[in-house]
């Protein structure tokens, strides 16, 4: 673990805060100041975020040393029901079960910062979770959690009651203790995810009552939800760690339990498989089923999706931890093995259920039915998860196959048009429908790699005009316009379907996106994805309308970048951009980020705006001019071979 990555425990702090007062007779406030500046010396900070720094002899301090006895308490009570194999065994009796579900209790309360404590007065310097978390990782309790993961040992009967309570609590506890509520956990609760080994436990855990959730039907409401439990746990475990997704999608094969050898990715799913099928037949309660749907929909994205950013070899919590000495992203090999497996029809049924519901209804239905707002997040997270399968031209013409091109306008107008007319969504605009509108225009996005799929959502299909997404894109940035994501992927579709075709670049101008684009740029001055893309989407509009001139009707001028549309309209593509401010864009704001800087200098190059490209030097305070571009120097280079006796002569005096 790197310095500055350290961390130390309350009992050293401790000793070290009474051994400083006595050596060098300072008063209790001055030994704590002395404490925490000794360590950072050592370069551990941050201590009060972590570390209870009132003085142990205080008042406050015994009280809060105290506080954190009771914790430990709770964790010895969990050791004491783990046998020394490792194996947890009910007795059967309610008092047994009520005090590890008591000690469960505790520690989610402890953890989460959420613990009523008497000897907890008033507010403290540190986050209350902190120095709890610290104490969980510092110990062996993760691996006295996921013991308690296979208290269901059979795999061929019902579990009891007794059992399934248990084994719900657990997966709550931990589900809760690998989520960060807030930055400051990020690094702690990364350290304890990576001690997370119980993946093949929790697969034959979800292989197990998949399966019972499609045999009993009398209990399948709770194995249901113990289902649901399971695969967020999976997906919690995944997120943000690439050794726990390929651990996670190699574990079940491998399993002596697996007998029939199926992969991971082919058990998800066939369990996704098992929710639809529960859904159709109605037994079971539509929520549970609609949120287990939605949990599979975000595993299956997670898997699908690199976003282990920790730098390498930094150790400790920012570590790579991989026999290759680096991140190396298994996205695209989940992706494959998924559409080996068939996911893309399932996930499409799935999206035709949800847009398919008449929502209206859902308000007046009874309880345990699908809300609204379970519907349209089941929408978000299958589309979501489709988005992240479309990364090559064979899925995405799988994808047109089952008719996604339809499922996308339609998913478009429930995440943008009926929130326009719905009269007070417009001012309460629901979370869950942006993120199905961020889902859905992300899908557009990547459809649009193919040329022929992109000119059909910019233009719509020769036989119905009226099928062009574009007008549903560009809503959707104008009505979520405080969504980086969604603006993000709005430019980044308009960026795409422009490139190599002229008549959708002039498409979009006549929908007014040049306004939509610097709209989003000036919203998120800051966000280099988004400059980045905005900067693409004026290079590609103006440079194929202008540059491809010849495939529209010029004004005969000598002015190729005025097009006429028909007999009346003549559009100006550089005017309509430089007249609602992207010049100035371009060179106050993408133009300073290092990441889009080049997308910044052709975008002004092809408006037509005098621009130069120079290096800055911080240190110095001084630019130079940068390396010069192809094509600014006439070269010196000679097309035809010519003999030279120089060169001869200078090879045989080397000779």
Known sequence: MSAQNRKISQETFDETLLENQELFELSGQDAIEETISQFKQQGIDNLETYVITSHPESEIGIQERQTRKNFEGHLDALDECVAQDGTVCLDGSS????????????VLNYCSGTVKDDNIAGDTKYDKAMPFLTLFHSSSSLYTLMSFMGIVTDCNSEPTEEQMIVLNKVVKVMTSILSPRKVSEQEIKTLVKDRFVAMERL???????????KQCDSRQDEFIETLKNLVQLASVSCRHSERNKVSFVRAFKNSNQNMEKTSSIALLIRGLMVAVEAYKQGIAKKAGVVSLMTEFCKLISVLCRYDDFRPEGSGGALGVDSSYGMNVSSSHDHVMEFNRNGVVPVLHEITLITLTTDLDNLKESADGSATEDDIVSLAGAALSATRVLAVNDEIVQALVAVGVLKVVKMALEMGVKEVLEGGQKQEEIKVHRQHLTAGVIGLVRNLCGNDEIKTTLCLGSPSDPSSSSLYLVLEGMRLYRDNASIQEHGLGTLAAMALRKPTNAL?????????????AMTKFPNNVLVQRQGALAVRNIV?????????????????????????????????????VGAEVVLRQITGRHQGSVDEAFAALRDLGCEVSMVKFDAETQTMTRKTQMFGEVKSNFRAVYDDSDAVAEKIAAQL
């Open 507 to 519: 498409r979009i101008v006549q929908e007014h996106a040049p306004l939509e684009i610097v709209s």
């Open 95 to 106: 008092k047994q079960v009520e005090t590890i579900v008591n000690a469960l209790e505790g």
């Open 543 to 579: 440079s194929r309308l202008v540059a491809n001139s010849s495939e529209m009707q010029t004004t005969g001028s000598g002015d190729t970048s005025s097009i006429v549309t028909n007999k009346t309209d003549t559009i100006n593509v550089r005017d309509e951009f430089l007249d």
């Open 203 to 213: 697969l034959i855990l979800i292989s197990k009552f998949a399966n019972l959730s």
